[in-house]
Every structure is written in C-alpha cells, then in structure tokens.
T-cell receptor, first 113, second 113 residues
Framework: DAKTTQPPSMDCAEGRAANLPCNHS???????VYWYRQIHSQGPQYIIH???NNETNEMASLIITEDRKSSTLILPHATLRDTAVYYC??????????????FGKGTKLSVIP | DSGVTQTPKHLITATGQRVTLRCSPR?????VYWYQQSLDQGLQFLIQ???????AKGNILERFSAQQFPDLHSELNLSSLELGDSALYFC????????????FGPGTRLLVL
C-alpha cells in the first residue's frame, strides 16, 4: 500500500488560497490519488482525484508532480466552512479487481476569519 | 447529501452484546464498503461487497461480519462487543469494483458501555 505523509495541521486566512501538500512517494503507476475531507465526525466528503494530470472541479484543484510522488490540493478561496480534516489517500489494489482507500491521519485545516 | 444512508445514527449497548448496522448505497451502486473510525486508529477499511459477494477484506475482526442483500443494502454485524469497539462506523458505495469514487454515508456512532 502506498503510504502518505501530510502535515498534521495548517491555518489559512478566509478568502485566501489553501494549499495542502501530500507526499505519496511509494504510489504505484496505476494508483489514483483521492482527496476527501471530514468535517467534525460527519462522513468523509469526496473532493477530487487524479492519476497523472492536474485536475480541477467546482470544489478544488489537484496538482500532481510529474514523478507522481507528491500532490497538492488547492482550495482557491477558503471559507470558514472549509475548516475540516483533509485526507490524501491513494488507492491500493486489494485483489479480485478491487481497489481500496487507505486513510492516514490527514491535515487539520483551520480557516481563520 | 451523498445519497448513502445509514441506520441507526447512534447506538448504545453493553459489552458482550450484538448489534447490526445497516447501509443503503446510492441508487445504482453495486459496491458497498465498511469503515471503522476510532480515536486511536483513524479511518480503517473493514470489508467490501460487490453485487452480493465479498470482494475484499481489511482489518475486520472475526467477531464482525457483513453481508449484502439482493436489493444491495448491506448490514454489518458486530458481536461479543468490547469497550474498544466503540467507534464511528461508515459505509461507502461506488458503482463497481474498479477504481471508482466512493461516496460515504453519515455514519453510525456506536458506544459500548
């Protein structure tokens, strides 16, 4: 399984861009990188995912380095509602054509007014 | 709202007892995943079912079992409960068994006294 390293916590001023890094140096060539967030004890919320190319959706942008060993999630204009724990989780093959998510400890993002 | 529903929201029981947690996947999704989130272990994958069949196992204890029914809802059975089983239990669903986005339910909070 690919292991991930994320900073335990980060602060971001409201209205500014939040850049959350993730190191996944052991990721395999066919494993995607997924980002989820969890607000309080709610169910994890899907944000974005990618394989090789940078991706953007209505919530965020994902920048993946060319060697795929790290990625950065960008929330372009952070709001107080973005305060959450953000998880970077590569998929990992678990046999029989199935892939699983492996969650680490994530980054606690605090958006400051 | 992810479209995944879980019942009950809260459950309080005593050690040695048995409980059943229920999950209804998003419409059209064939895969259901169960996760356990405790304070010291983080979010851990337990088991996956695809169209009624077990597809992958994670860190699931022998006291725990699951099944997926013909209508695709799933149940997680926890028996001989111990204090350490107190946790949040989430289920997630995805369309199939390949690398697809998993959407999480709101979770069931289990407290074992």
């Amino acid at each position: 399984d690919a292991k991930t390293t994320q900073p335990p916590s980060m602060d971001c001023a409201e209205g500014r861009a939040a850049n959350l890094p993730c190191n996944h140096s052991t990721i395999s060539g066919n494993e995607y990188v997924y980002w989820y967030r969890q607000i309080h004890s709610q169910g994890p919320q899907y944000i974005i995912h990618g394989l090789k190319n940078n991706e953007t959706n209505e919530m965020a942008s994902l920048i993946i380095t060319e060697d795929r060993k790290s990625s950065t999630l960008i929330l372009p204009h952070a709001t107080l509602r973005d305060t959450a724990v953000y998880y970077c989780t590569p998929t990992s093959y678990s046999g029989a054509g199935s892939y699983q998510l492996t969650f680490g400890k994530g980054t606690k993002l605090s958006v400051i007014p | 709202d992810s479209g995944v529903t879980q019942t009950p929201k809260h459950l309080i029981t005593a050690t040695g007892q048995r409980v059943t947690l229920r999950c209804s996947p998003r419409s059209g999704d064939l895969s259901v995943y169960w996760y356990q989130q405790s304070l010291d272990q983080g979010l851990q994958f337990l088991i996956q079912y695809y169209n009624g069949e077990e597809r992958a196992k994670g860190n699931i204890l022998e006291r725990f079992s699951a099944q997926q029914f013909p209508d695709l809802h799933s149940e997680l059975n926890l028996s001989s409960l111990e204090l350490g089983d107190s946790a949040l239990y989430f289920c997630a669903s995805s369309p199939g068994r390949i690398q697809e986005t998993q959407y999480f339910g709101p979770g069931t909070r289990l407290l074992v006294l």
